[in-house]
Structures are given as structure tokens and as C-alpha cells.
């Protein structure tokens, strides 16, 4: 704890304390909701990087009680949620139920939220009660930015959707692009960076050019990237814009909303304003409101900094954060994906663990590979391998251990599904 910010410290534990007290005189939450017997590991958040750290901490010891705290009865992948969004896949095909990491593991499946931590009592309370824990991995995703100054609010989604966290969201703009006008304008823009990529803005906006070109809409999608230049496949992607999109997507680097007026469907930027019939505003990001909630966040942060080497945070002894949550700079070069995710849950699997029975934990390896479709035929992909440096204490590249191909192809859009596939299977089953 030699590096926690004692305001947040304060600030965290008191609201810790108080809550057991309030939940106490209330009664409901007096008792643990699943008393603790033996070595416990709680993980809260039920995407890639949670239920990957759930399984393989079984995995590597089964005499460990796992409990899998998710708010949602269902895991909705944001990989492969762009094809949703133009009519390739279906919801059906991302969507999983927890069951099986239940029944091939004996995790234990607690459908409910975070509410407050008590790190010095190893204590998370819950909208089901309170639980004990030797160790406690948060993954909740990520949080978006609401901007006043612009007129961004999340109070908008139903009309100008996001659709940054697969579900909901996913199937209103699939329905708003269903209903594309002859000649309509889709608006895509692009939030700074970092972001969580699955899924990828770059691919969304190619597979709805694809999209408005294969049904003859005549119409055009206008990318508004707040960034200096395409973030990730640069050249692969605008390769393909070149080749395939010259009518149907335009694309603006370094561009600042000035306003968004909801009403008559027009952006205003430091480029002029643009009207559209769709505008698809991914807001900025920061972590998970559940990691502020819980005290995870430094003072005047937007994420959670960790160790690099075990993702303790550098908050709490005891408490772990991985996934989209982290701190970019306190982990090293990896960028916000899900197959990152899934490799940190295996990292901290294997740090409380270890830490559980007395050993170090191993050097940790991740890795990350990314399928982007360009067409509803060809795909391009990124991938890397990285390590824990011990010289600059943060993960890194692997000098020559990453790489993209030479160009798009087909092969690699089947590739996608089998990706896909796997790293689904790897997480929940």
C-alpha cells in the first residue's frame, strides 16, 4: 500500500466502512451472501478478461473457490459485433450464456454489481451482500466521457448510439442502417485514443461503405477521427478505401467536435459542420465507472494503475485490475483489446495463484492478435507478442515478434471467424 493516494485511500475506506455499517442496520446485507471457507478469489466483470482469469485460476488450482460476479446473465462479444451492425452475423451468434464456466469449472456465477470495497477487511459488498475474499480481480471494461461543452450525453444512445459495448446499442444502429435513405449520410467518429478496439472504428466504417455500396443507397459514410491519422492497419485500411470506397466514405484526420445538435442531426467541427441521417459518436473513454466506484482511479486519472508484472493495483494490496480498465502506461505498449484481456486474465490467474501458495509468480508473455473486415469478403489483421522488461519495468513488444500482412484477403475473413471462435471458447467454455 506504499503507494496509495491517502486522500482516495481515505475517501475509499470510509465510504467502505459506512457501507457495511448502512448495510448492516439495514439488515439485508449483516451476513456474508456466500460464506467464505477456504482460499477465495472474487473477480468481478464477466468479459474476456474475467471469466478467462475465473477459468484458468481453476485450472491451475481447482481447490480454489472461484465466484464470477456479473451483472448481466449473458456475455456479448464486441469482436464481430461490426458484422452485426450491416447484417452478416446475428446477435445469436455473439451472445453466450456463463453456464458452462459453472459446469466444466465449478466457478461459482453471482449475477450482481460491485458496490463498495473494504480492502482492509478483504470485503466487497454487493447489490446480493456481502463477500469475503483472499484476492479480488476487477475487470469492468470501460466507462465513456459525457461532454457538456459539445452537448454529448449518454442520454442520447437511443438516438445517436455508440454501440462501443456490444448489445443493445448494436441492434438500434443496425436497425437506424437498415433503414438508410437513398443518398443518406452515416457519420462515424472516431474517439481519441486509447480505445477499446474490438470493436474497430476503422472496420466499422468499411463494412458500412461495403454495406451502402452493396445495397446501391448511393449514399456515403464521413469518418471524424480525433486522432492525427488512423490509429491501427493504416495503410491496409485506406488501401482498401482507395480501392473499393472512393464514393462512399470520406475520411477527415484531426478533427474537433464543437457541438452536436441531436435534434436536426448536425455536428459542428473545427472542419465545418456535417449533417447526417446516422451519427454513430464514439465518445472518449476512461475506465469503468465501477473502478472509480470502488477507489481503483488516482485523484485527477482516468485509469487504473497497476504493477505490470502481477496487475496488483498500486491502490490496494490484495486487489487486481486487468482488461480495459488498466492504465496503458503503468502496463506497457499493449493497446485495449479483447485478446489483451483475455491474456492478462491468464497473467493474474497465474499471480494469485502463485500467490495463494506461497510461490513467485512466472515472467509474464501476452499476446494480442486483431482481425479488422474491410469488405464483407476480405480482412486484414495485427498481431504481436510482448513481455515483461525488467529494465523499465512494463510489458513490451518482443523486438520481431509482431506484424500485419501484406495485404487483404479472403482466406483471412474466414480466418476472423476461427479467431473469433477460439478466443470465445478460451474465455467461456
Known amino acids: 500500500m506504499s503507494n496509495i493516494n491517502r486522500r482516495s485511500f481515505i475517501k475509499n475506506t470510509t465510504v467502505g466502512v459506512a457501507g457495511l455499517s448502512i448495510f448492516g442496520c439495514a439488515g439485508k446485507y449483516h451476513s456474508e451472501v456466500i460464506p467464505k471457507k477456504g482460499k477465495r478469489v472474487i473477480v468481478v466483470g464477466g468479459g474476456f478478461g474475467g471469466a478467462t482469469a475465473a477459468k484458468y485460476i481453476k485450472l491451475n488450482d481447482p481447490t480454489i473457490e472461484v465466484i464470477l460476479i456479473e451483472k448481466n446473465s449473458y456475455f456479448v462479444s464486441c469482436p464481430i459485433s461490426n458484422l452485426v451492425i450491416v447484417g452478416l452475423k446475428d446477435m445469436n451468434y455473439i451472445t453466450f450464456k456463463y453456464d458452462l464456466l459453472e459446469k466444466n469449472y465449478g466457478i461459482k456465477i453471482l449475477q450482481a454489481e460491485a458496490l463498495e470495497l473494504n480492502p482492509e477487511n478483504n470485503t466487497l ?59 443518406g449520410t452515416v457519420i462515424l467518429r472516431v474517439p481519441k485514443s486509447p480505445y477499446r478496439c474490438p470493436p474497430g472504428p476503422y472496420e466499422r466504417a468499411s463494412l458500412i461503405a461495403n454495406f451502402i455500396k452493396r445495397n446501391n443507397l448511393g449514399g456515403k459514410i ?103 480498465s488498466t492504465n496503458t502506461g503503468s502496463v506497457g505498449t499493449v493497446p485495449k483489446s479483447g485478446y489483451i484481456a483475455n491474456s492478462m486474465g491468464k497473467v493474474v490467474a497465474e499471480s494469485v495463484v502463485s500467490s495463494l501458495n506461497g510461490k513467485m509468480p512466472p515472467k509474464p508473455f501476452m499476446a494480442n492478435a486483431c482481425y479488422s473486415m474491410v469488405s464483407d469478403t476480405e480482412a486484414i489483421w495485427v498481431t504481436a507478442v510482448y513481455e515483461y522488461n525488467e529494465n523499465v519495468k512494463r510489458t513490451i513488444t518482443i523486438k520481431g515478434a509482431s506484424g500485419t500482412p501484406k495485404t487483404r484477403s479472403k482466406i483471412d475473413a474466414k480466418h476472423q471467424l476461427s479467431w473469433a471462435e477460439n478466443i470465445w471458447s478460451d474465455t467461456l467454455m
Open 125 to 183: 459488498i454487493t447489490t446480493k451482500g456481502v463477500l469475503k475474499y483472499d484476492k479480488l480481480i476487477l475487470s469492468p471494461g470501460i466507462g465513456f466521457i459525457e461532454d457538456n461543452n459539445i452537448g454529448y450525453s449518454l442520454n442520447l444512445t437511443d438516438k445517436i448510439p455508440h454501440a462501443w459495448k456490444a448489445g443493445k446499442q448494436t441492434e438500434i444502429l443496425r436497425q437506424q442502417l437498415s433503414e438508410l435513405k437513398k443518398g
Open 222 to 324: 464521413i469518418i471524424l477521427d480525433s486522432n492525427d491519422d488512423v490509429t491501427s492497419k493504416g495503410k491496409l485500411f485506406k488501401a482498401a478505401w482507395n480501392n473499393f470506397y472512393r464514393r462512399e466514405l470520406e475520411y477527415f484526420s484531426q478533427v474537433e467536435v464543437q457541438n452536436i445538435d441531436a435534434e436536426n442531426m448536425i455536428i459542428d467541427t473545427n472542419k465545418g459542420k456535417i449533417k447526417g441521417d446516422i451519427i454513430n459518436f464514439i465518445p472518449n473513454q476512461k475506465a469503468s465507472n465501477t473502478a472509480f466506484k470502488l477507489g481503483l482511479i488516482k485523484e485527477d486519472k482516468l485509469w487504473a494503475f497497476v504493477n505490470s508484472y502481477t496487475f496488483e493495483s498500486e491502490i490496494f494490496k490484495n486487489v487486481y485490475v486487468i482488461g480495459d
